[in-house]
């Protein structure tokens, strides 16, 4: 058994300023649980074009507000409560609320190595 909290990630490489927020990786590859769990904050009126070709992911929404947008346009407001779940590597749009940051338990398998880093930059979108 361990305990591990955000302040032991943010003195780690595991404290991920991923471009439209942070990524506190609290549980990763290294901790042999077969996923990772990461605290995430999007930052208000940010957009971010996401895929995770090797990941699976759940959020849960802890508070502060956002969006997911698939690629088909349809949009899912996001509240403190909701869940959403990017089932088949889908692609998409998240943006952070309008004027509070979205904060988010992701949960990703296989698990993350916990250094990963999206590139925003990128032509549609960053991916890994």
Known sequence: MFVRSLND????????????????????????????VCHTVVRAGTVSLLEYRNHL???????????????????????????YVLDNHDKHYLRGGRDSDLILVSVF????RGTERHNLNQQGGSAY
């Open 109 to 112: 398998n296989p698990p993350l």
């Open 9 to 36: 990630v943010e003195s780690s490489d595991h404290f991920v300023e991923w471009g439209s927020g942070t990524s506190h990786r609290l549980l990763t590859e290294r901790d042999g649980m077969g996923f990772t």
């Open 57 to 83: 992911e759940a959020c849960y929404c802890i508070a502060g507000e956002g969006e997911v947008e698939d690629m088909d346009g349809k949009v899912f407001p996001i509240r403190p409560g909701d869940i």
